[in-house]
């Protein structure tokens, strides 16, 4: 079956601009959450959604940070003029509705900041 | 702050014996954990948890043990085969926190043939 999506696989862009990543969520999930991997370190927290809810924007690093869920499914995560310490691997996992249930993990973009 | 770490960055075992992975956390008020496995280029891959009203949950080739005295996590995995060389990270939710989970830095597992 599909499993959770991200597109692209890949970004490199110079410092300034601004990116869009995109994730698209295992059918069904209502739960869908960003976290961030930077080089040989564990991942780190960002954003989650849940159903209808208000997101939880707690891990968020700082305000050119920015997540959208539209529709209850695709999630896009904007980052507006990227630093170099945004050069990271953005994961999506997505869940099914519970805190016990796991969360799957899509492969991520990796983001070069130039 | 409320951290999960591991004991061991890299664990090398031989083919074939056992392997055993340790986790430490901090938060005793944590509810559930979870065992990922991650391979160069992909997204960590759920491998089994555990809720902290249980101390031991069985899967295939795996096991995982909670500890909740002394606020430990281990994972072991049965028969180690070259395709579990991979990266190992314990992870921890606390319910009234919301649905974040909390990571580890990572055991690095290296199976020899």
């Known amino acids: 079956g599909a499993g959770v999506s991200q597109s692209p696989s890949n970004k490199v862009t110079e410092k300034g601009k601004d990116v869009e990543l995109r994730c698209d969520p295992i059918s069904g999930h209502t739960a869908l959450y960003w976290y961030r991997q930077s080089l040989g370190q564990g991942l780190e927290f960002l954003i989650y959604f849940q159903g209808n809810s208000a997101p939880d924007k707690s891990g968020l690093p700082s305000d050119r940070f920015s997540a959208e869920r539209t529709g209850g499914s695709v999630s896009t995560l904007t980052i507006q003029r990227t630093q170099q310490e945004d050069s990271a691997v953005y994961l999506c996992?997505?869940?099914?509705?519970?805190?016990?249930?796991?969360?799957?993990f899509g492969d991520g973009t990796r983001l070069s900041i130039l | 702050g409320e951290s999960v770490g591991l004991h061991l960055p890299t664990l090398s075992v031989q083919e074939g014996d056992n392997s055993i992975i340790n986790c430490a956390y901090s938060n005793s008020a944590s509810d559930y954990f979870i065992w990922y496995k991650q391979e160069s280029g992909k997204g960590p891959q759920f491998i089994i948890d555990i809720r902290s009203n249980m101390d031991k949950r069985q899967g295939q080739r795996v096991t995982v043990l909670l500890n909740k005295t002394v606020k430990h996590l281990s994972l072991q995995i049965a028969a180690t085969q070259p395709g579990d060389s991979a990266v190992y990270f314990c992870a921890e939710m606390t319910y009234n926190q919301g649905g974040k989970l909390i990571f580890g830095q990572g055991t690095e597992l290296s199976v020899k043939p």
């Open positions: 996992a997505s869940s099914s509705q519970g805190l016990n249930q796991p969360q799957h």
